[in-house]
C-alpha cells in the first residue's frame, strides 16, 4: 500500500488530512502499523485536549511493543475515533480509512512532510 499524496507526514510516522477547512485527521501510517506487527491497544487524547506539535498524546501497545503517539500539530482534539478504541486491530487492516485516531482543530502553521520526503524517510529507516 503506497502513501497517499493528498496527506502530509510526521517523522513519527503519522499522517495528517488536511482536507476539511480547519481540521485535520490524523493515524499512523502503514509503515508504522506493520513496524507495530498486530495493535491490541490504542490510547488516544480526549475530545478537548489542547494538543502541541511533537508533545505525546497517547500510546498504542502492539504485540511486539508500545509506542508513544505524539501532536502533528497544535490545536484542540475535536473527535477520537472510538471505533478503534473497541477494535484497535483496524489500524493494521485500514490505516488510511477507518483506521483514523482523532481529529484536531488546528492552530496555527503545519510542519509536515509531503510524500516524496516521507518515503524517502521511510527508505532510510
Given at each position: 500500500?503506497?502513501?497517499?499524496?493528498?496527506?502530509g507526514?510526521?517523522?513519527?510516522?503519522?499522517w495528517?488530512?488536511?482536507?476539511?477547512?480547519?481540521t485535520?485527521?490524523?493515524?499512523?501510517?502503514?509503515?508504522a502499523?506493520?513496524?507495530?506487527?498486530?495493535?491490541?491497544?490504542?490510547?488516544?487524547?480526549?475530545?478537548?485536549?489542547?494538543l502541541?506539535?511533537g508533545?505525546?498524546?497517547?500510546?498504542?501497545?502492539?504485540?511486539?511493543?508500545v509506542s508513544?503517539?505524539y501532536?502533528?500539530v497544535n490545536?484542540?482534539?475535536v473527535?477520537?475515533?472510538?471505533?478503534?478504541?473497541d477494535?484497535?486491530?483496524?489500524?493494521?487492516?485500514?490505516?488510511?480509512?477507518?483506521?483514523?485516531?482523532?481529529?484536531?482543530?488546528?492552530e496555527?502553521?503545519?510542519?509536515?512532510?509531503?510524500?516524496?520526503?516521507?518515503?524517502?524517510?521511510?527508505?532510510?529507516?
Amino acid at each position: 500500500m503506497s502513501n497517499p499524496e493528498n496527506l502530509g507526514y510526521t517523522e513519527e510516522h503519522e499522517w495528517v488530512d488536511l482536507g476539511d477547512a480547519g481540521t485535520a485527521t490524523v493515524g499512523i501510517t502503514v509503515y508504522a502499523a506493520e513496524a507495530l506487527g498486530d495493535v491490541v491497544f490504542v490510547q488516544l487524547p480526549e475530545v478537548g485536549d489542547k494538543l502541541v506539535a511533537g508533545d505525546t498524546c497517547g500510546e498504542i501497545e502492539s504485540t511486539k511493543s508500545v509506542s508513544d503517539l505524539y501532536a502533528p500539530v497544535n490545536g484542540e482534539v475535536v473527535a477520537v475515533n472510538e471505533a478503534v478504541v473497541d477494535d484497535p486491530g483496524v489500524v493494521n487492516t485500514d490505516p488510511f480509512g477507518e483506521g483514523w485516531l482523532f481529529k484536531v482543530a488546528v492552530e496555527g502553521d503545519t510542519d509536515l512532510l509531503d510524500v516524496a520526503a516521507y518515503n524517502a524517510l521511510t527508505k532510510e529507516d
